[in-house]
């Protein structure tokens, strides 16, 4: 059971448009989100998340949008820049996750290439 | 360290063959976590530790796997009786204490081949 899906495997952008990337979720539990984005060869870094009690979050070029009615995220970067070319994954904590010290499992998506084009 | 640091970067191993994997968290975080990414798929999740807690194993997919942390440092997968199934790469994680809503520092993987 995919409890948070990306359904968009392939994203292309040209340089300095809006990239808008998607992600679809199950469990109206969910207490959060996140986003992180991942270069060839490198580990995931985290990028941006927010709360269920919002409904945006904003960092920079980065904004996270959530609606809660169609348990829908999404990612929008503006403007794109060649550097921003990677996979991103959207993350929500599991369904049994258990919040131990602050401590939790995430459940990812299964990512969305983005590649913008100069 | 600076960084979270996983050794071996690359690792082949044959069919049946025991392998074992080890992440080195950043100095002070508490959390500790395992995920795999197999080829074309998303991050699973395998394990999580976090202080002197019982880890949380359930994302383990067989008894073939299991994994130790030795305090708030240094830990080990090991996988016994690799199978092709099993080729991926494996990715360490850590957070702070109270870092759920800020993310995980991940490691740079351990590619995985079982041939």
């Known amino acids: 059971d995919q409890q948070v899906k990306q359904n968009s495997p392939s994203l292309s952008v040209q340089e300095g448009r809006i990239s808008i990337l998607n992600c679809d979720y199950t469990n109206s539990m969910f207490d959060y989100f996140l986003w992180y984005k991942k270069y060839p060869a490198e580990g995931p870094t985290f990028l941006i998340s927010?709360?269920?009690?919002?409904d945006k979050n904003e960092d920079g070029r980065f904004t996270v949008f959530l609606n809660k009615s169609a348990k829908h995220l999404s990612l929008h970067i503006v403007p794109s820049q060649p550097g921003d070319s990677a996979v991103y994954f959207c993350a929500a904590p599991g369904p049994d996750a258990r919040l131990i010290q602050g401590a939790q499992k995430l459940v990812f998506g299964q990512g969305t290439r983005l590649t913008i084009n100069p | 360290g600076a960084g979270v640091s996983q050794s071996p970067s690359n690792k082949v191993t044959e069919k049946g063959k025991d392998v074992e994997l080890r992440c080195d968290p950043i100095s002070g975080h508490t959390a500790l976590y395992w995920y795999r990414q197999r080829l074309g798929q998303g991050l699973e999740f395998l394990i999580y530790f976090q202080g002197n807690s019982a880890p949380d194993k359930s994302g383990l997919p067989s008894d073939r796997f299991s994994a130790e942390r030795t305090g708030e440092s240094v830990s080990t997968l090991t996988i016994q009786r690799t199978q092709q199934e099993d080729s991926a790469v494996y990715l360490c994680?850590?957070?702070?204490?109270?870092?759920?809503?800020?993310?995980?520092?991940f490691g740079s993987g351990t590619r995985l081949t079982v041939v």
């Open positions: 994680a850590s957070s702070l204490r109270q870092g759920a809503m800020r993310g995980y520092t």
């Open positions: 927010i709360s269920s009690i919002k």
